[in-house]
Each structure stands twice: as C-alpha cells, then as structure tokens.
C-alpha cells in the first residue's frame, strides 16, 4: 500500500518511488510481482499520471523494475542471481503447468506442497 501526504515536503514521485523501493527491498513486493498500471495508479493515488510514471521510470534506471510494454511492469530480479535462477524456473514451470492444463491454484498449490516437503 503506497500513501501519499500532501503536506510533506517530499514531492509526490519520490514518496512513490521511495515507498515503492522499500517494499521491493523489504521482500513485501518479490521478484515478477506485477505492478498496478501507471494510470491506475496515479488515479488510485489522486495523482497525475506523468508523477507515477517518473516514480517508474526511477524505479527502472534503479534496476528494482522492468517495464515490458503492454506486459506491464513487474518487479526485477535483476543483481540477484539466485533470484533470476529461481524466477526462470517459475517461469518454466508456469509455462509447463499451463501446457498440461492446470489452472494456477492447483499449480500453485504443488509448489506450495514441494517447498513444505524440503522444510522438514
């Protein structure tokens, strides 16, 4: 949840972007999690597109997202190798679970039942 104090000095990109980076860096926003779209954003936030839009872009040069046009932005693994092995194999195993017709809550709940079995 990203807020926005029309008092703070702070202008309104960066309370976005600083909010935004802190929940990447946190682990609360992980690695391919998609983001809101910037004009839905911006309207959730009462702000102006163009502010959410440069909070993005800040974001991206920071290397914490990658935008992929009509893909959408997502959270990046980038500078964690760990994270980019792992993210390409959700990837794959996503690609996979679609092929053989199972919907995300079953595919999800394999993994889920996978990660439980290797923590005890």
Known sequence: MITIDALSPTPPYEQ???QLA?????????AGTRLPTVRRLADDL?????TVARAY????????????GRAGTVVS???NAARVKLQQAAD????L???????????????QAAVDRKET
């Open 97 to 111: 679970a679609n092929k053989l017709g199972l919907d995300s809550d079953e595919a999800i709940r394999l993994v």
């Open 92 to 95: 794959s195993y996503a690609t």
């Open 77 to 79: 693994a980038q500078g």
């Open 46 to 50: 009462g702000l102006a597109t163009n």
């Open 57 to 68: 872009r800040e974001l991206e040069a920071a290397g914490l997202v990658e935008t992929h």
């Open 16 to 18: 976005v972007r600083s």
């Open 22 to 30: 802190a929940q990447i860096t946190d682990k609360r926003l992980v």
